[in-house]
């Protein structure tokens, strides 16, 4: 009896050693179970994606494995039913490094930095969705939730706490501006260039990123790179203004104009940019740009036919105003104007043959000294990453030649020059003056 007692007492010594050695084994993951983590946001020709993901540690670390690490995804909205295998799903990790709580890599730090996988054809990265729902039409912000396992240890991180969106945050977001009876969001840029005249360059964006939140022009198809080191260095630093509609630019009140019936907002985007460089004495009132794509490239050749003495060039991208609603005269008042179009052939949206390509023949018909047009066969992976001249995107997405400072071209085929060399279509309007 004796030795029975003692091997009951030593069993039970053995299994509460046990799940003592246990508890302390798990009890760091326990204690960050529910960690916090960093979302990075950047802007791609396709779109938005979360290409970076920053997680927060309680202990420092010199060196982190990629491939230790699990990145599932949930995407919600209420404004539309998201099809399944694009509503939650696996993200690839592809990288993986010691980092601070920007991203920035370093030796040693309590940040990991995980990169994800992106691009054209992977939804799951997307942090917007697109909807016809009246009640949030376009492109919208949806709820993007991420869990983050750490397969060694078991360490969940599953709670944003911040989200980094490396160029939109170079914007006011919180510009607000009425004119009788209309309110228009606006995003805003300023340079750092004190002390001398700056150019200002207009954005005016498609028709899905109307409503309220300005950040969404800016990143649903990277118009935000305006305010890129790159192009800012192209015009010395520009200040960038990108208004945002309540609805859709080409909206007349009663539903779409495509040019024959006035539009309920010219008036008072026209107001908008007046007042806004009322306040910015230091803009060069003589280098005032403006563009859009789609709904954006009727407004900005409405606005050059209201008021073609104001801009010192345009570049209209996938134009949505109808040649048959531009009348003669019309085009021999903005002839001066030095315009580069930009438009794909295999448009399925704004058909080029009823829009760009005869406004661009009047003009040139008419006189016109400095009009180029960039006609591309397809619009095509510019990065060369996703199978370049070989992938097509949507032929409607010609903006993305804008967006990227890569339009060269013109209608011949032959590279626009400025002073006997070759430029970009924002080498040449930074060149632009009144």
Known sequence: MKKLIQSIILMLLVCTGSQLLYAETTNPATAIAGGKYTAV????????????????LEETVTSVDWKDYTVSVERKTDCVEIPADQASGERQVVY??????????????????LVLAVAPNQPLGSPIQYSRNENCRGNNWIDYHMKITQQSSDRVWDQES???????????????????????????????????KSPLIIWLHGGGEGGTDPSIPLIANRA???????????????????????????????????GKDNDIYNEAVM??????????????????????????????????LEHPDYFAAAFPS?????????????????????IWFIQSKDDPVTIPDDTAVPVYHRLV?????????????????????????????????SWIYS?????????????????????????????QSK
Request: proline residues 5%; glycine residues 10%.
């Open 224 to 258: 935000a790179n305006y305010a890129s080191d790159e192009i800012q260095a192209i015009f010395g630093g520009a200040y960038v203004l990108s208004p945002q509609s309540p609805t859709y630019w080409m909206d007349n009140g009663e539903g779409m104009t495509r």
């Open 162 to 196: 911040d989200r980094i969106v490396p160029l939109i945050d170079r914007f006011d977001l919180n510009g607000k501006f009425k004119h009788k009876g209309t309110t228009l969001s606006y995003a805003a840029f300023a340079p750092d260039s004190e002390g001398e």
């Open 403 to 431: 967006h990227a400072n890569q339009a060269r071209l013109d209608f011949d085929g032959k590279p626009v020059l400025l002073d006997g060399r070759p430029v970009t279509i924002m080498e040449w309007m930074a060149a």
């Open 271 to 304: 107001a908008l940019i007046r007042k806004y460089v009322a306040d910015h004495p230091d803009i060069d009132t003589d280098r005032i740009y403006v563009g859009g794509c789609s709904n954006g490239g009727y407004l900005t050749l409405k606005l050059v």
């Open 318 to 338: 996938a134009l949505a105003y109808h040649s048959e609603f531009v009348s003669d005269e019309q085009i021999e008042s903005i002839k001066n104007v030095p």
């Open 96 to 113: 993986a490094y010691v980092s601070n709580a920007e991203g920035a890599r370093f030796p040693e730090g309590k940040f990991v930095t």
């Open 41 to 56: 946001v950047e802007g791609y020709d396709w779109g938005p994606a979360v290409s970076k993901v920053i997680l927060s």
């Open 365 to 397: 018909e008419a006189g016109a000294p400095n009009v180029h047009f960039s006609y591309y066969d397809h619009v095509v992976d510019i990065t060369g990453f996703f199978g370049g001249k070989d992938y097509h995107y949507n032929g409607h997405w």
